[in-house]
C-alpha cells in the first residue's frame, strides 16, 4: 500500500528541547515537503526537497531544518523548539499533479 | 508570488441539499492545477477534485463538481445531495506546472457543516 508515515502522531514537549519529527514514503517519489497548518491560514510549506540532498525553503522555513540523505525519508528537525511552532504539521510527496500526505503530527511546545 | 482566497470561514448545509463552497486565486501564469482538498476530523488531507487550468469543461466527481472560471480566477465546489459524512475542513490549492520552486499553495480554509 503506497503510503507517507510520519511519527510521531502527537508530540507535547518544552522550549529548547531539540526535536525531530520523522516522514518515510514507499512510492519512491523524488519531491517531499513539509507544511504546517494553523488556524485561518491553511497549509504552509516549511521546506520542500526535490531530490537526494536537494532541499529549499518554503514560506515559513524559520526555526527548522530538514534533511534528504535518502529517498525515502524526509525528517524536520527543530532545534530549538518555541511556543510559536506550536502546529499540526503535514509531510506530503508528489507524483505529477497530486500530493499525497501523511496522517500529520500535532506538536504542543510548551 | 500566488495566493488563493476562501472567503467564507464557515458554511452549514442541511442534509440532501446542494453547498457551493468559493475560492479565488491569484496568479500571473497561464497554466496551472486547482484543487479541493477535504480534512475530516481525523485530520487526513484527502483530495476531493482537480481541475486543470486548460481544461475549459467543469471537471466533476460523483456528488462534487467545481465552477471554473479562468478570466475570474475563480474556482468554487459544489457539493450535491450533501451527506453528514461531508462535514470537513475545505482547502482549496494551486499548483504551478513546473516542479521548480514552492509546488502547492492553500488557501485558509472553509469549515463545513452537515445539519441532519
Known amino acids: 500500500e503506497a503510503q507517507v508515515t510520519q511519527n510521531p502522531r502527537y508530540l507535547i514537549t518544552v522550549t529548547g528541547k531539540k526535536l525531530t519529527v520523522t516522514c518515510s514514503q514507499n512510492?519512491?517519489?523524488?519531491?517531499m515537503s513539509w507544511y504546517r497548518q494553523d488556524p485561518g491560514l491553511g497549509l504552509r510549506q516549511i521546506y520542500y526537497?526535490?531530490?537526494?540532498?536537494?532541499?529549499d525553503k518554503g514560506d515559513v522555513p524559520e526555526g527548522y531544518k530538514v534533511s534528504r540523505k535518502e529517498k525515502r525519508n524526509f525528517p524536520l528537525i527543530l532545534e530549538s523548539p518555541s511556543p510559536n511552532q506550536t502546529s499540526l504539521y503535514f509531510c506530503?510527496?508528489?507524483?505529477?499533479?497530486?500530493?499525497?500526505f501523511g496522517p500529520g503530527t500535532r506538536l504542543t511546545v510548551l | 508570488a500566488q495566493t488563493v482566497t476562501q472567503s467564507q470561514p464557515e458554511m452549514s448545509v442541511q442534509e440532501a441539499e446542494t453547498v457551493t463552497l468559493s475560492c479565488t486565486y491569484d496568479?500571473?501564469?497561464?497554466?496551472?492545477?486547482l484543487f479541493w482538498y477535504k480534512q475530516p476530523p481525523s485530520r487526513q488531507m484527502i483530495l476531493v477534485i482537480r481541475?486543470?487550468?486548460?481544461?475549459?469543461q467543469n471537471a466533476t466527481e460523483n456528488r462534487f463538481s467545481v465552477n471554473f472560471q479562468k478570466a475570474a480566477k475563480s474556482f468554487s465546489l459544489k457539493i450535491s445531495d450533501s451527506q453528514l459524512g461531508d462535514a470537513a475542513m475545505y482547502f482549496c490549492a494551486y499548483r504551478r506546472l513546473d516542479n521548480y520552486g514552492q509546488n502547492f499553495v492553500f488557501g485558509p480554509g472553509t469549515r463545513l457543516s452537515v445539519l441532519p
Open positions: 512510492m519512491n517519489h523524488e519531491y
Open positions: 526537497s526535490m531530490n537526494v540532498e536537494v532541499t
Open positions: 496568479t500571473s501564469e497561464s497554466d496551472y492545477y
Open positions: 481541475q486543470e487550468a486548460y481544461k475549459q
Open positions: 506530503a510527496t508528489l507524483a505529477i499533479n497530486e500530493q499525497f
